[in-house]
């Protein structure tokens, strides 16, 4: 099996949104609204990928997951209920979903490692994500791959579980 991790391309935006939709069916399934209707919709996906900071994970050349790699940072992480362990400049990663037919894999793993060599490419060497409480899956995929919890912090309006990497 090949992994790779790529630019999302505007011509991908249509199956990316269907990742994105398929992954909030699937929180919801599990219990739990992380993403509402609204949020993450198709524009911000648009958004992403025309900054250049949404990313694909293809296998064997298809697209198996998409997620956003921002290393701008992000606002909503300057205010946290706890404390970072890890240096600016950080890469943030949101809105990771995977195609339903490659869940169960091992991927996010995968996924997790490739997104810690393109950091290392960037000479960043912080990693920082946030997930609701109930999601259980996120939060068990992150301690799994190193990440550690730091404390809470608000975005899109509600509190979030804070963690970060230090690579």
Sequence with gaps: MTYTLELAQAQELNVCTGIIDAGRAFQREQGFVQWTDDYPNR?????????????????????????????????????????WQTAEPYAVVHRMA????????????ITFRLIEGLCLERGVRSIRVDTDFPNKRMQHVLAKNGFRQRGVIVFQGSGKLAYDKSL
């Design 98 to 109: 995977f195609d339903a037919a490659y869940r169960g894999q091992g991927l996010a793993d």
């Design 43 to 83: 524009a911000v996906l648009q958004k992403d990928i025309e900054d250049q900071t949404g990313y694909v994970l293809k296998v064997n050349g298809q697209i198996a997951a998409y997620m956003c790699v921002d290393f701008r940072g992000e606002p909503a992480y300057d205010d946290i209920d706890g404390a």
